[in-house]
């Protein structure tokens, strides 16, 4: 008989799936003009999953344009995100190669308390 390992969760914030197109710009001078598409694949207030046809660095600050139902899912978005021009600001922190050049990313919000990590004359 296999006997099961209860591993726990790691994550504060709940996750909610949520599949939803969305909009992003990768916060450097050499892109900052150019929008990219993608989808959610799950939301918390913490931050987000995304799929994506481009490879984003680690570490990268993105601006996400995401739809009215992706945020409302969170009430405390809005409360603690840095929005910018409709958009909510983050960090990239993980990213995985899919299948067919689509990436699966992490994004973790800019929160109000955290150092100015952007340049908001950038976007």
């Given at each position: 008989?296999?006997?099961?390992?209860?591993?726990?969760?790691?994550?504060v914030?709940?996750?909610?799936?949520?599949?939803?197109?969305?909009?992003f710009?990768?916060?450097?001078?050499?892109?900052?003009?150019k929008?990219?598409?993608?989808?959610?694949?799950?939301?918390?207030?913490?931050?987000?999953?995304?799929?994506?046809?481009?490879?984003?660095?680690?570490?990268?600050?993105?601006?996400?344009?995401?739809?009215k139902?992706?945020?409302?899912?969170?009430?405390?978005?809005?409360?603690?995100?840095?929005?910018?021009?409709?958009?909510?600001?983050?960090?990239?922190?993980?990213?995985?190669k899919?299948?067919?050049?689509?990436?699966d990313?992490?994004?973790?919000f800019?929160?109000?308390?955290?150092?100015?990590?952007?340049?908001?004359?950038?976007?």
């Amino acid at each position: 008989m296999d006997k099961k390992v209860n591993i726990p969760e790691r994550r504060v914030a709940v996750r909610i799936t949520c599949q939803a197109p969305l909009a992003f710009k990768v916060c450097k001078d050499e892109t900052i003009s150019k929008i990219m598409q993608g989808y959610t694949q799950n939301i918390s207030s913490d931050g987000i999953k995304c799929a994506i046809s481009e490879k984003v660095p680690l570490g990268s600050t993105l601006w996400l344009k995401l739809n009215k139902d992706a945020i409302s899912m969170c009430e405390e978005l809005e409360k603690r995100s840095v929005i910018l021009q409709q958009g909510i600001l983050g960090i990239v922190v993980w990213c995985e190669k899919k299948e067919d050049n689509i990436f699966d990313i992490g994004v973790q919000f800019l929160t109000r308390e955290e150092p100015n990590l952007f340049h908001a004359d950038r976007i």
